[in-house]
Nanobody, 127 residues
């Protein structure tokens, strides 16, 4: 059983920073994908960042240079450090996991076909 719980969202002024946290516990598999996704005003869920079993990461073009995905595998915690936030970043952010291959690299973890999803945490950026 996999349970994902996000936290860290809130309302903040443009240019500020937030750090999202996803508690996923221990995943009893040799490898797995973790990723962050968001659903904004367009109501279309999109991949934001992914991290693979090898620790490599991948980012959406819209957040490159501003967001950083990381994890503490021993603690089963996924992070998304978001800097220089913009109004367009306003969305509900979801963490997700997939333990079926492919999961080696971050690029493998940017697909919407994830197996487990958190309930989301809301991020609102004001100008």
């Amino acid at each position: 059983q996999v349970r994902l719980v996000e936290s860290g969202g809130g309302s903040i002024q443009a240019g500020g920073s937030l750090k999202l946290v996803c508690d996923y516990g221990r995943i009893p598999y040799s490898g797995y994908c973790m990723g962050w996704f968001r659903q904004g005003t367009r109501n279309e869920r999109e991949a934001v960042a992914g991290i693979g079993a090898d620790g490599s990461t991948s980012y959406a073009d819209s957040v490159k240079g501003r967001f950083t995905i990381s994890r503490n595998s021993d603690q089963g915690i996924l992070y998304l450090q978001m800097n220089n936030l913009e109004p367009d970043d306003t969305a509900t952010y979801y963490c997700a996991a997939r333990f079926r291959p492919p999961f080696l690299g971050g690029g493998d973890c940017m697909s919407l076909n994830m197996d487990y999803w958190g309930k989301g945490t809301r991020v609102t950026i004001s100008s």
